[in-house]
Nanobody, 118 residues
């Protein structure tokens, strides 16, 4: 199982970025996916989730209305579109999938840095 984030970078406040998470090694279309972030000195926090099937989404209050999660099952990829970025959105962003085989565990990517600064 692998998940790999990309698309991070430096952006000015009010700008936009689109993160991608490429997945492999499991049945992507049947798996819910999550985005998390971790700012320096803070705990990792949930940004949002997207379900398998219908692709319904839920977001943290701090990003609701600004961030959008989507998925392309044909490309085994989940996206995080971030608009109206704020300095407090600065963090390392992670993709996660939770799977059960012989045991149940979370699989994380290595993260991608997003810095919002003028």
């Amino acid at each position: 199982v692998q998940v790999e984030e990309s698309g991070g970078g430096l952006v000015q406040p009010g700008g936009s970025l689109r993160l991608s998470c490429a997945a492999s090694g499991f049945t992507f279309s049947r798996s819910g996916m999550s985005w998390y972030r971790q700012a320096p000195g803070k705990e990792r926090e949930l940004v949002g989730v997207i379900s398998s099937g219908s692709g319904s989404t839920n977001y943290a209050d701090s990003v609701k209305g600004r961030f959008t999660i989507s998925r392309d099952n044909a490309k085994n990829t989940v996206f995080l579109q971030m608009n109206r970025l704020k300095p407090e959105d600065t963090a390392v962003y992670f993709c996660k999938v939770f799977l059960c085989y012989s045991d149940c565990r979370a699989y994380w990517g290595q993260g991608t840095q997003v810095t919002v600064s003028s």
